[in-house]
């Protein structure tokens, strides 16, 4: 059984940053496409940005393109999404997922961001934009 835990969440003004970070229990996360989701109060679930399993092929959706990069370190088996310039509506629960068995290939595109591929899920960590 694979374990995600998410960390990085926190307080922070619009225009801010913060760097959140998913950290798999067990090695072998190289061999997975690993995404980035978040939820909103009273909102559903939708998906942020995904990562190819060589970190090499990134797909973002455009409410977060130019603002928001996601990374990984396969030696520490973490995921990153560093979030620049941020905005109120950025605020919710960010959740990363792994998705097993693999079944998108690189180049990464919108069907990176579909939940049902997404087998391991972190319990996600709040971010919360305000002035």
């Known amino acids: 059984q694979l374990q995600l835990v998410e960390s990085g969440g926190g307080f922070v003004q619009p225009g801010g940053s913060l760097r959140l970070s998913c950290t798999a229990s067990?090695?072998?996360?190289?061999?997975?496409?690993i995404a980035w989701f978040r939820q909103a109060p009273g909102k559903p679930r939708e998906g942020v940005a995904c990562?190819?399993?060589?970190?090499?092929?990134?797909y973002y959706t455009d409410f977060v393109k130019g603002r928001f990069t996601i990374s990984r370190d396969n030696a520490k088996n973490t995921v990153y999404l560093q979030m620049d310039s941020l905005k109120p509506e950025d605020t919710a629960l960010y959740y990363c997922?792994?998705?097993?068995?693999?079944?998108?290939?690189?180049?990464?595109?919108?069907?990176?961001?579909?939940?049902?591929?997404?087998?391991?899920w972190g319990q996600g960590t709040q971010v919360t934009v305000s002035s």
């Open positions: 067990r090695d072998a996360l190289d061999y997975f496409n």
């Open positions: 990562v190819s399993d060589t970190g090499t092929s990134a």
């Open positions: 997922a792994v998705e097993a068995p693999v079944t998108i290939v690189q180049p990464m595109s919108a069907a990176c961001l579909a939940e049902y591929i997404y087998r391991y």
